[in-house]
């Protein structure tokens, strides 16, 4: 398994760690996906994804059914993308990715867990030679796929020639350039690939050590900004267990 792996599944583990906030959060980019691209996921490639990976979380369908619902409704909230970053404890660099609908408020709610920590938010882009932004497409592996060939298909979109097997949950996983997503998803799609669940990443590109009780202190500090329902995911480069 590639660094991009084991930094996804170590950053997986604690993203999805209470099932509750985790369909509220994949609630909020269904709504972004159906205001975007319409309620009908045949025809939004996004709302798709999603929906993929809402599945692979075990989000109920009626869950699913009604956040799109929801999201069609005139009073419902208009959710912006919103970065945030800095450095948190010991210097491990942290993106901080949320959906809201009220800026000034996240940031404050962010903001006073750096301050908490010792940390020191920056500005938008301080921090982002620290990582990569990625596609990332997860979907159910096929008899007899050559990956050589399909990543040979892929590759003027920007996918890696690096690529993840789970044997556990019988699923691949590619990585590409953010600006095909959709272009990737269509792809794997017509290939006849089942249950193409995307998503956009940041993988850090320089892995930091940390000891047991720095490792506790920066954990408490991505679960304090986990408790916002604003946030979707926390991104540290300190280097995983």
Do not use: C
């Not at 159906?34 to 809402?54: C, D, Q, Y």
């Not at 600006?179 to 850090?204: A, C, D, N, R, W």
């Amino acid at each position: 398994m590639g660094r991009a792996f084991e930094y996804r599944k170590a950053s997986k583990l604690k993203r999805w760690g209470h099932m509750a906030k985790t369909f509220t959060k994949i609630g909020k980019q269904i709504a972004v996906a159906v205001k975007t691209g319409g309620p009908e996921p045949e025809n939004n490639p996004t709302l798709r994804a999603i929906i993929a990976t809402a599945k692979r979380e075990n989000m109920p369908k009626d869950n699913i059914d009604r956040a799109i619902k929801n999201a069609m409704g005139k009073d419902q909230s208009d959710y912006k993308t919103m970065t945030y970053e800095g450095y948190g404890p010991h210097g491990i660099a942290i993106f901080v990715d949320t959906l809201t609908d009220n800026p000034t408020r996240t940031v404050g709610d962010v903001r006073s867990i750096f301050n908490k920590f010792n940390g020191n938010l920056g500005t938008m882009g301080s921090l982002a030679f620290l990582f990569d932004h990625k596609a990332v497409f997860s979907f159910k592996k096929k008899e007899g796929i050559d990956m050589d060939e399909l990543i040979l298909d892929l590759i003027d979109y920007g996918v890696e020639d690096e690529f993840d097997e789970d044997e556990e949950e019988g699923t691949l996983t590619i990585y590409g350039d953010p600006k095909s997503f959709s272009e990737i998803q269509k792809h794997l799609e017509e290939e006849g690939f089942e249950e193409v669940s995307g998503e956009f990443t940041y993988i850090p590109n320089d892995l930091k050590d940390v000891t047991p009780e720095q490792r506790e202190t920066i954990d408490k500090m991505v679960e304090r900004l986990e408790e916002f329902d604003d946030v979707q995911t926390v991104y540290t480069n300190m280097k995983p267990e």
